[in-house]
């Protein structure tokens, strides 16, 4: 399969991993569909790339509404007349424990990272299966072992494992492939926001103590995972690792993460 002519819708794609996958998939001569909440940002980003030559167009929508991903998908046909794939990237993370989180912060993880993969696919499902073409849903190495600190994300991400199984299997007769990635930690845009336990808007914390993967290396990833329609891949060695200790050996896992969580707590 080639990326060539092919029409592709990636939600969250003003700034990190949305953008670099953007770029790449220009570079190997698709038509990209750009989309993100903050329209300024995404104007900036659509600007940037146009400048470039490359085939793009923007729509600013909330993916966690229905009304705006039909528009979004609308937006999409009309300009390119065809979609033969939707990376459902638009996410958002927190930080708090279950006793300390307002209920809103669970609310909004769940619109924007498990409603906001539903919506847009669900819109964009009638021309997908024209096209015989690919959904793939960004998760994340918090989805394969609930992270504390972390409890909403890790449940929005788990969810969308279930969401993919589910959909593989019924839309194995109609061709449309379906793919969850599970990433990583990834290197933050300057730019990245997260939810605080009371709802707040605050930059992403510093990962430093962690080597994190560039987002192009990420990007460059997802791209291989529709150029093979492949179902799951999971990304980094310590993601790999973590999945695996986490199949065969969680009474291994459980202490780890118990004893970093108290120690970082203290």
């Known amino acids: ?22 770029y790449q998939m220009c570079e190997q001569g698709a038509k990209v569909i750009l989309n993100a909440r903050n329209e300024q940002r995404l104007n ?27 528009r979004i998908i609308k937006h999409a046909i009309d300009q390119f007349g065809q979609l ?20 809103e912060v669970f609310q909004k993880l769940m619109d924007v990272n498990i409603l906001g993969s539903i919506y847009p696919t669900k819109a964009a499902l009638p021309y997908l299966k024209k096209t015989k073409g690919s959904i793939i849903f960004i998760g994340s190495a918090a989805g394969i072992r609930g992270i504390p600190n972390h409890s909403a994300y890790s449940a929005s991400k788990m ?10 299997i019924e839309m194995k007769q109609s061709g449309v492939h379906v793919g969850i990635a599970y990433v990583g930690f990834t290197q933050n845009d300057p730019e990245k926001t997260i939810y605080d336990k009371d709802g707040n808007i605050i930059p992403q ?30 990304f980094t060695p310590l993601g790999k690792l973590n999945a695996f200790m986490n199949r065969f050996f969680p009474f291994v896992v459980e202490p780890i993460l118990s004893r970093n969580y108290h120690k970082n707590k203290a």
């Not at 399969?1 to 953007?22: H, P, V, Y």
């Not at 560039?214 to 990007?219: D, F, H, I």
């Open 159 to 168: 969810a969308l494992t279930a969401l993919a199984e589910s959909m593989k």
């Open 205 to 234: 914390p510093s990962r430093e103590f962690i080597k994190a993967e560039p987002p192009e290396k990420v990007a460059q990833r997802v791209i291989n995972m529709i150029l093979k329609r492949k179902f799951k891949e999971v």
């Open 44 to 70: 900036r980003t659509y600007e940037e790339m146009k400048s470039k030559g490359y085939e793009v167009t923007a729509v600013a929508g909330d993916v966690s509404a229905m009304e705006d991903c039909q």
């Open 1 to 22: 399969m080639s990326l060539q002519n092919k029409s592709i819708l990636i939600t969250g794609s003003s700034m990190g991993i949305g953008k670099a996958m953007a």
């Open 84 to 103: 033969d794939a939707v990376v459902n990237n638009a996410g958002i993370s927190m930080e708090g424990t279950v006793e300390e989180l307002d209920p």
